[in-house]
């Protein structure tokens, strides 16, 4: 056997003890999910011991804390140092109602929703061919391109995504160091009308790293995508892309 055919089967141990490990995390969380409805556990009460799973799947602590720590970023149980797993308050789902009519930062406008909007970055891009064909842009043509982070009730909700052609709105940057909602930028500051949307595309994602990180959430948890065109009377104005957190959030779309 070359050195090369003793690599490439470490790596296939290496993997297949990993998607080992994955599949006893996820059967250890799927038992203590069915333990706590059998049990018919409230919230605050006491989930078994690490140590005791442990013995109960043959398993180090090590993959049972891993099992809990994935129902944790779920929201289903928390932690009390020193003292075990607890049974979490139930969630409560955020409802997002798309309205042609309505933005994203519009629909949770009402003080209990605690709305915030932190622009991330923005910067100039050059279209690919996805906003030629939606803009009507040529190849020296740039659009502004603003990152997003949503939040409301003090959770990280989703990551936005704006892309708006420059020539729609000229050095959008002096009105970026403020930034609430874009809706109000481009009806306040440039006098175009409240953008429509005219087009909705939505499917199921895996998260990236980076949005794992900004939005708080397990690598196993996927991602609503929304994609929209926004017109005014011009024509397209926006191409808005939408990576939601699926374990809080639900799109309702009204046909």
């Not at 909700?157 to 704006?162: E, H, K, M, P, V």
């Not at 397209?236 to 374990?247: G, H, I, L």
């Amino acid at each position: 056997m070359t050195g090369a055919d003793m690599e490439g089967r470490v790596n296939l141990m290496s993997d297949g003890h990993l998607v080992k490990t994955q599949l006893m995390k996820l059967k250890i969380a799927d038992y203590v999910i069915g333990y706590i409805r059998t049990h018919r556990l409230s919230t605050d009460e006491m989930l078994p011991s690490e140590n005791s799973l442990a013995i109960q799947f043959g398993v180090s602590r090590n993959v049972v804390r891993g099992a809990l720590d994935h129902l944790r970023s779920q929201g289903k149980v928390y932690a009390r140092k020193g003292k075990g797993f607890f049974v979490a308050e139930k969630q409560q789902f955020i409802v997002y109602q798309q309205d042609v009519n309505v933005g994203f930062s519009e629909t949770f406008q009402e003080p209990v929703y605690r709305y915030e909007s932190k622009l991330l970055s923005w910067t100039l891009i050059r279209a690919k061919q996805v906003e030629k064909e939606i803009f009507g842009l040529s190849e020296d043509d740039q659009l502004y391109r603003l990152k997003v982070l949503r939040s409301v009730m003090g959770l990280p909700l989703a990551i936005c995504y704006s892309e708006i052609p420059q020539r729609m709105v000229p050095n959008l940057e002096q009105y970026l160091s403020d930034f609430y909602s874009l809706n109000d930028i481009l009806v306040d500051k440039y006098g175009y009308e409240h953008p429509i949307c005219k087009s909705v595309a939505v499917e199921v994602v895996l998260p990236t790293v980076s949005k794992i990180h900004l939005l708080g959430i397990d690598a196993g948890i996927p991602l609503l995508k929304e994609t929209n065109v926004f017109e005014v009377s011009g024509g397209p104005v926006e191409y808005f892309q939408v990576y939601a957190r699926s374990d809080r959030f639900k799109l309702k779309i009204n046909v």
